[in-house]
């Protein structure tokens, strides 16, 4: 019996670490070459204001929010009067998975 509840406990302790893996932090490294090849860094910063808000801001704004979808949306669409009346070009010609890495690495910021 003790043996039982060892290895249930040991099952249970494994499938939660598990869980855990594919949530992983997007790292800086991996994130800024491809905001960089999107030209996303014509408009923004990492941490200073450009002709767009920088992504530190954008974090700090929608932190502790779940805004990732909205976030991506507006990178896909674009959009104006949330950071002032210069409008934001709707980005479609970058891939959906890269638009959710950003918006990923973004709000983790």
Not at 37 to 42: G, T, V
Not at 43 to 51: A, G, I, L, N, T
Not at 62 to 88: D, T
Not at 95 to 109: G, K, N, Y
Request: a positive charge.
């Amino acid at each position: 019996m003790k043996l039982a509840i060892t290895l249930f406990v040991i099952v249970v302790i494994s499938l939660v670490g598990c869980s855990t893996i594919g949530q992983k932090k997007v790292q800086s490294e991996v994130a800024l070459p491809i905001a960089k090849r999107h030209s996303c860094m014509a408009c923004h910063s990492v941490d200073k204001r450009v002709v767009g808000p920088s992504f530190t801001d954008i974090a700090a704004k929608y932190r502790g929010q779940n805004a990732e979808a909205r976030l991506f949306n507006k990178v896909k669409s674009g959009g104006a009067g949330v950071w002032g009346s210069m409008p934001a070009p709707p980005m479609r010609h970058i891939p959906d998975d890269d638009v959710r890495l950003l918006v990923q690495w973004i709000t983790e910021m």
